[in-house]
């Protein structure tokens, strides 16, 4: 048995003892040390993913931990390994899985919203979603990795080039983390975003900050670019707002990556697309190669994680955590540690 947070109905999460499953045929037990909350827990928090989670569900899927018991059949690993998670699992049958898209497989289980999650004691997943994590690297550090995954991902998708001007609109954790993979790539970037203390931490790591509220970001961009716009935006904010700017600041064959989960269709400027004859793609997810680049990048500190790290709780707080996040204000990351708990409450 072992200690888990559980989403129950909208906005309402409990801490529960739950079943342990053992591994079974190539699968394998992880001890979570620290797992992110992200947006898309937030959603479902709120009750806006009913439809898809089905309660009581573990939530969680930014995650680091330790192996601990190995199910028949997995090689390669032993206990004791650092890990972390790609927390998909495909059918390989379908028209995206042939094809070779594999991380949008049109059947796909997202571990941690499809089925249960990393925020407990103890995992069984697949062993064949393990990435594994250097050994000194940090366990709250390497609970970025997934995030960061995403964000190269994203930066890949739209194709960033040295020597390129990006604009993330949205400085939120996946934002900033874009705005860093990017200049680790050679592009200059800017972030717009209204919250002043991620602003501030946008600076602090020495990546300008504009506030849409009272500055002219087209404008802003115009001057940086000499007046031919950004090559490339990333729209992050999931603001009506947000993507009019990302349209805005874009130059002729300019690139808009599609980043943030919009709950209801947006208006999209097309005569901009027409007239600039812009490019749209979305992005979502990562395959292993994103995740593996994700690690070397937390792990050598292009990605300073830890500075993203806005407070890390016990198990048994986790409720308390979701609550904070909604309220935004002075916060980027919260991380659970699941091993605060652990001692009498897992067996």
């Not at 094809?99 to 407990?120: E, K, R």
Request: with cysteine; net charge negative; aromatic share 4%.
């Amino acid at each position: 048995m072992a200690l888990a947070v559980r989403y129950k109905a909208a906005r309402t999460l409990e801490t529960a003892v739950v079943e342990a499953a053992s591994p079974g045929p190539g699968e394998v037990e992880l001890a979570p040390a620290y797992v992110g909350i992200c947006g898309t827990d937030l959603h479902i928090f709120h009750g806006d993913m009913d439809a898809r989670v089905a309660a009581p569900a573990v939530l969680g899927h930014e995650m680091s931990g330790r192996v601990t018991r190995l199910g028949p059949g997995v090689t390669g690993w032993r206990p004791g390994d650092a890990v972390t998670v790609m927390p998909l699992r495909w059918d390989d049958t379908c028209p995206a899985c042939l094809a070779g898209y594999q991380h949008v497989c049109q059947h796909l289980d997202f571990i941690g919203i499809d089925s249960p999650g990393a925020m407990q004691q103890r995992w069984t997943v697949p062993a064949s979603t393990l990435i594994r994590l250097p050994q000194s690297l940090a366990l709250d550090r390497a609970a970025l990795v997934e995030p960061t995954a995403v964000a190269v991902h994203d930066v890949g998708r739209a194709g960033v080039a040295r020597g390129e001007r990006v604009v993330v609109v949205g400085g939120g954790p996946v934002g900033l983390l874009i705005a860093l993979v990017a200049r680790a790539a050679g592009a200059h970037v800017r972030v717009v975003e209204l919250n002043a203390h991620r602003r501030q931490l946008a600076e602090e790591l020495g990546i300008t900050a504009w506030d849409p509220a009272d500055d002219d970001v087209p404008a802003l961009v115009g001057v940086w670019t000499g007046g031919a716009g950004a090559e490339v935006a990333f729209e992050v904010s999931g603001a009506a707002g947000g993507v009019d700017t990302a349209v805005d600041v874009l130059g002729v064959r300019g690139r808009l990556c599609q980043v943030a989960i919009h709950p209801r269709p947006r208006e999209v400027n097309l005569h901009r697309f027409f007239w600039r004859e812009l490019t749209l793609v979305g992005a979502r997810l990562y395959d292993r190669s994103d995740f593996e680049l994700a690690v070397a990048l937390v792990a050598d500190g292009t990605i300073p994680a830890e500075r993203l790290i806005s407070k890390v709780v016990p198990l048994t707080r986790a409720p308390s955590a979701f609550e904070a996040l909604e309220g935004g204000g002075n916060v980027m990351k919260i991380l659970v540690n699941c091993t605060d708990d652990i001692q009498g409450a897992a067996v």
